[in-house]
């Protein structure tokens, strides 16, 4: 056998051989050079080191000179909304002082009225007194108190979750949770060891105020095997019999949400967020929701605040229908207001006002939409345009007046603020 194998390879051997004299002449010359250009850039070096000319010292400071760094921020015009803010004196209630007008407030987000509730107010001032004002720790370092957990138990039995935890700030509270679970690259099968893949939704959407389509996304979850993280700033204390929000709105079964999330900034009337969920998907918040880790805890008074707005919530859930009833009033009111169209669900409290035809550019957009604003504050109905970061939003969506309703305006007020817009728009549109 090995002498048959040794006479196997001798055959191959002399194949090649064979094949070698046998190729055309130019054949050969091409491999040649190849092989030499492969060799040659194996072995040569980049640049030579005897080309390199260092620079003297009056050579460096006149580059130094002639260097312009880049602006560390964009150039911004002096009338940028942001730079030119309106001033509110004392509560932002229903009826609110701006740059020292009262007005009807259609701006700020207190569907509920309780900003100003007696019962919230005096609940936040006894934790005052007891507990101070801050806590100047995060929960892991002396920042967790009593009132802290009793909110977070109270959050997740109303929600009926297994277990809740709270954040110091709204906007941190859904930026520390998805971070939490989604690492960099998970979405990227090639390159993330375990593929992680999510369904982020809001209840209400705050830019549009229109609803979810949850049932069918519920759908979508089970059939593709993702998990639905659901933010519902918008539509908890607004949405269902209760006031839990879009599943409740629906009959979906709170289990088949994976993560709920919503700030306390508006239905509640108080500061900071909260996620819900199952324990152990709750827990590991505690160890990795940066929001949480790393920030002061959220002030007692102000979780005292949240627990009664949720004594408030519970003992009067007729407080939703009705908040219903007035969304539902204004929205039919609005229609048919020339060159505005209505965006947003009836049921909506954060509804949209957009030109039916633009004027040819965004920014031209912004300033007729502020001069409608502007008319109806000075007749005493304070509104504000929608604003967004322009170059973040994937779908930026086109400018809008955001139009905000809560339980404590009467069925007066919201006529004449439907009326004034109508009255604004024929004088500034047409």
Not at 160 to 182: Q, V
Not at 310 to 323: G, K
Request: contains cysteine; charged residues 25%; proline residues 5%.
């Amino acid at each position: 056998m090995a002498a048959m194998a040794g006479v196997g390879q001798q055959w191959v051997l002399v194949e090649m051989v064979q094949a070698f004299y046998e190729a055309p002449a130019y054949h050969l010359i091409l491999e040649g050079i190849l092989i030499l250009w492969i060799i040659r850039l194996l072995f040569s070096k980049t640049y030579k080191l005897q080309e390199r000319s260092d620079l003297t010292l009056k050579e460096k400071e006149e580059l130094i000179e002639e260097w312009q760094p880049e602006p560390l921020v964009p150039p911004v015009p002096k009338d940028h909304p942001a730079l030119n803010y309106n001033i509110v004196s004392g509560p932002p209630t229903h009826i609110i002082t701006v740059n020292g007008k009262e007005c009807i407030n259609f701006a700020s987000f207190n569907f509920l009225g309780l900003l100003n509730n007696e019962k919230v107010k005096s609940a936040a001032q006894s934790s005052l007194k007891k507990y101070g004002v801050g806590t100047c720790g995060p929960r892991g370092f002396y920042g967790t108190f009593d009132v802290h957990l009793e909110l977070e138990e109270r959050l997740a039995k109303f929600m009926r979750t297994e277990e809740a935890i709270i954040y110091s700030y709204g906007f941190a509270t859904i930026a520390s949770a998805i971070p939490a679970y989604s690492k960099r690259g998970d979405i990227n099968p090639r390159k993330a060891r375990v593929t992680r893949r999510f369904i982020v939704v809001e209840g209400l959407y705050m830019n549009r105020g229109d609803i979810c389509p949850l049932p069918e996304l519920i759908k979508l979850k089970y059939k593709y095997k993702v998990r639905i993280f659901l933010e519902e700033s918008l539509s908890f204390g607004v949405l269902g019999q209760h006031g839990r929000g879009i599943t409740e709105h629906f009959g979906i079964n709170i289990d088949d949400i994976d993560l709920i999330s919503a700030n306390m900034e508006n239905s509640l009337a108080s500061i900071g967020g909260f996620c819900c969920g199952r324990s152990f998907i709750i827990d590991h918040q505690r160890l990795s929701g940066q929001g949480y880790c790393f920030s002061a805890s959220l002030p007692p008074l102000l979780a005292a605040a949240a627990i009664e707005a949720l004594n408030i919530m519970e003992d009067n859930p007729d407080i939703f229908q009705t908040l219903r009833a007035k969304c539902e009033r204004i929205h039919k009111a609005l229609q048919g207001i020339s060159g505005l169209k209505v965006v947003g669900e009836s049921f909506s409290p954060a509804l949209h006002l957009q030109l039916e035809e633009s004027c040819g550019s965004r920014e031209n957009d912004v300033k007729l939409l502020k001069r409608v604003v502007d008319y109806c504050m000075n007749s005493g109905i304070a509104l504000t345009q929608a604003r967004y970061l322009e170059k973040e939003e994937k779908c930026l969506p086109p400018p809008s007046i955001r139009v905000v309703i809560t339980v404590e305006q009467t069925e007066q007020e919201l006529d004449k603020a439907a009326s004034l817009l109508k009255e604004a728009a024929q004088s500034v549109l047409n």
